[in-house]
């Protein structure tokens, strides 16, 4: 059974540009997170899917983080206009249920220069 | 939710067997002890549960007192690929949520 999968695995861009993140996750799994890992920090909830629908976007650091789950299967990410400090490691995670055990993807390090 | 507390570092050796403790002192009725296991370059992975008492599984065991304040993750025999951070959480599995709160982790260094 194929994890939950992350593209791009790297991506460096510039102060102002847009990324758009994917994750791909377990077939099956409802339940679609994201955490990131910014640069001597801990890991940090971003926000929780259900299906296609926003469950818990209190993570979320601002509006120009925007997190799409269209038909419920892969979601994306997008940065945009993407700033110094949203440099780090961004995790997906999927589960079948909410009991705390999650599947997370290898992360997509993002770099703004 | 309740916030957790476990050493920074550890050392060991090969053969050895490792045990983790995490305290939190806050546990609510409806939390869940959980561990995670990270590998650089890595996303975290799920390692074992628990509410209360002794849960054993394939990797781990994990020990919770009675009054839940604390708990023990146990390796048995590691060996050098468990080196990792490994990170208590505290999760409260509700209908609702089940996001996790990561601490800074157990940065477990295994010697040959």
């Known amino acids: 059974e194929a994890g939950v999968t992350q593209f791009p695995s790297h991506s460096v861009i510039e102060k102002g540009q847009t990324v758009t993140l994917r994750c791909d996750p377990i077939s099956g799994h409802d339940n679609l997170y994201w955490y990131r890992r910014v640069m001597g920090k801990e890991i940090k909830f971003l926000l929780h899917f259900v299906k296609e629908s926003k469950q818990d976007e209190s993570g979320m650091p601002n509006n120009r983080f925007l997190a799409e789950r269209t038909g419920g299967t892969y979601s994306t990410l997008k940065v945009q206009p993407a700033e110094l400090e949203d440099s780090g490691v961004y995790f997906c995670?999927?589960?079948?249920?909410?009991?705390?055990?999650?599947?997370f993807g290898q992360g997509t390090r993002l770099t703004v220069v | 939710l309740a916030k957790t507390t476990q050493p920074i570092s550890m050392d060991s050796y090969e053969g050895q067997e490792v045990n983790i403790t995490c305290s939190h002192n806050?546990?609510?009725?409806?939390?869940?002890i959980t561990w995670y296991q990270q590998f650089p370059s890595q996303g975290p992975r799920f390692i074992i549960q628990?509410?209360?008492t002794k849960v054993t599984n394939e990797v781990a065991s994990l020990f919770i007192p009675a009054d839940r304040k604390s708990s023990t993750l146990s390796l048995p025999r590691v060996s050098l690929s468990d080196t990792a951070v490994y990170y208590c959480l505290v999760v409260l599995v509700s209908y609702n949520t089940d996001k996790l709160i990561f601490g800074t982790g157990t940065r477990l260094q295994v010697f040959p």
């Open positions: 995670a999927s589960s079948q249920d909410r009991s705390g055990d999650a599947f």
């Open positions: 628990g509410y209360k």
């Open positions: 806050n546990i609510a009725t409806n939390d869940y």
